[in-house]
């Protein structure tokens, strides 16, 4: 079973930038379509991004031309580069196959405030 593993959020001001990671294990995580899921406090989990095991990508419309997903299969690792943040980008972001299917990690906290 791959496991996930989320870094780097932090605290931001609007306009800022963070790069969130998301480390998997497993010699399988290059075969996966992976996503990007966010939560923010009171509302339900929702897709951020997706990006396939050759690399297309797809983005929710409020992030598009803000956020890049990427990936480095040698690595086993994912990326989302989030730049212009804004206050309603603020919420736990999470990694996970696309559809999600493995066991959620911990997630990594975003928060976009002045």
């Known amino acids: 079973q791959v496991q996930l593993v989320e870094s780097g959020g932090g605290l931001v001001q609007p306009g800022g930038s963070l790069r969130l990671s998301c480390a998997a294990s497993?010699?399988?995580?290059?075969?996966?379509?992976m996503g990007w899921y966010r939560q923010a406090p009171g509302k339900q989990r929702e897709l951020v991004a997706t990006i396939t095991s050759l690399g297309n990508t797809n983005y929710r419309d409020s992030v598009k031309g803000r956020f890049t997903i990427s990936r480095d299969n040698a690595k086993n690792t994912m990326y989302l580069q989030m730049n212009s943040l804004k206050p309603e980008d603020t919420a736990v972001y999470y990694c996970?196959?696309?559809?999600?299917?493995?066991?959620w990690g911990q997630g990594t906290q975003v928060t976009v405030s002045s």
């Open positions: 996970n196959a696309f559809p999600s299917r493995l066991t």
């Open positions: 497993g010699s399988i995580f290059s075969s996966y379509a």
